[in-house]
């Protein structure tokens, strides 16, 4: 829909065509719930701010579903969005939740 296309246009450079985010060598095809998963119900889960481009293979494999998988993409994001975007996007997803997804750096 206009979200993923907002998203994958905002990661495409000079029109290239998207990266995974996380090999880095193939086309990124599918987004993937990078710091918190993806929970029924939870719009805030499915913005921008939690969504990374990623390859079938990597987002197939699971391979960022970890804690250091998360802080990965919190650190993605931090770079793409900025600090201060994401610091009012953890807000939201704090006031939803009782526990915040990891601890931020």
């Not at 880095?24 to 029924?40: N, T």
């Not at 701010?49 to 804690?67: G, K």
């Not at 250091?68 to 953890?90: A, F, H, Y």
Request: charged share 25%.
């Amino acid at each position: 829909g206009r979200l993923r296309q907002e998203i994958f246009d905002a990661w495409d450079k000079a029109g290239q065509g998207v990266i995974c985010q996380n090999c880095g060598s193939r086309p990124a095809s599918e987004l993937h719930h990078g710091i918190v998963g993806r929970k029924k119900g939870y719009t805030v889960l499915d913005r921008k701010e939690n969504l990374v481009p990623l390859c079938h293979q990597c987002n197939f494999s699971r391979v960022l579903d970890n804690y250091q998988g998360r802080q990965k993409c919190w650190n993605m994001m931090i770079d793409k969005w900025g600090q201060s975007v994401m610091d009012e996007w953890l807000i939201l997803v704090n006031l939803q939740f009782t526990f915040p997804p990891f601890e931020p750096k």
